[in-house]
């Protein structure tokens, strides 16, 4: 039987200006400026045709609580609004502007 490969368990750290927008999300646990910049941007350009929670943290590799914050950010900038609430999994859709 062949020897396995050691592995370490220490993580290296990461400093905050070496990580991506959505590593730095996910470190900070909040929604930054830039990802929710992102997420209004891909609204306005209408790939979406409804948004949920699951979908924003799928796109962009962050967590469920970080896109319940984005979609409660653009709600409130009035980007998006609630079709229908649910307590696990609210949809959301962009407002047409004419």
């Known amino acids: ?6 592995t370490s368990s220490k ?3 990461v400093s905050k200006s070496d990580r991506s927008i959505t590593k730095q999300a996910l470190y900070d646990s909040h929604a930054t400026e ?3 910049d992102r ?3 891909d609204v306005r350009r209408g790939q979406y045709s409804y948004l949920t929670p699951y979908l924003v943290s ?3 590799s962050i967590s469920l609580s970080t896109a319940k914050k ?3 950010e653009l709600v409130n900038d009035g980007m998006i ?3 229908s609430p649910g307590r696990r999994s609210p949809v959301y ?3 047409r502007r004419r």
Do not use: A, D, S
């Open 93 to 95: 859709v962009p407002i």
């Open 70 to 72: 984005i979609l409660r």
């Open 39 to 41: 997420v209004r941007r």
């Open 81 to 83: 609004e609630l079709f």
């Open 34 to 36: 830039e990802l929710v």
């Open 1 to 6: 039987m062949g020897k396995r490969k050691q």
């Open 58 to 60: 799928e796109k962009y």
């Open 11 to 13: 993580e290296t750290y």
